[in-house]
Nanobody, 123 residues
Framework: QVQLVESGGGLVQAGGSLRLSCAAS????????MGWFRQAPGKEREFVAV????????TYADSVKGRFTISRDNAKNTVYLQMNSLKPEDTAVYYC????????????????WGQGTQVTVSS
């Protein structure tokens, strides 16, 4: 089992920045691809970004490209999502995921999930 705990959400004005963190425990961290999803009220959960275990591969949803950056620190068992130029449409609960197969994130799947952290962007 992999346990994931997100932090860093909050309320920010449009154009502002937030950095989300996801701390993993339970198994060796480095083999897992780590990703972020989000779910806005009344909408389905959507893929945001994913990073491979070695950090050599990153993929982003078109809606966040150029504004969000995913990174990881394998020594700290933590993955980050730096969110800049935030927009009201970025408002959602953000979830961290872990899976041995990176491709699963891009089809909306993950073997493990965190509990989510709320991000609210005011206009």
């Amino acid at each position: 089992q992999v346990q994931l705990v997100e932090s860093g959400g909050g309320l920010v004005q449009a154009g502002g920045s937030l950095r989300l963190s996801c701390a993993a425990s339970g198994r060796t961290f480095s083999p897992y691809a780590m990703g972020w999803f989000r779910q806005a009220p009344g909408k389905e959960r959507e893929f945001v970004a994913v990073i491979s275990g070695s950090a050599s591969v990153t993929t982003y949803a078109d809606s966040v490209k150029g504004r969000f950056t995913i990174s990881r620190d394998n020594a700290k068992n933590t993955v980050y999502l730096q969110m800049n130029s935030l927009k009201p449409e970025d408002t959602a609960v953000y979830y961290c995921g872990a899976d041995l197969l990176l491709i699963r994130f891009q089809v909306g799947r993950s073997s493990y999930w965190g509990q989510g952290t709320q991000v609210t962007v005011s206009s």
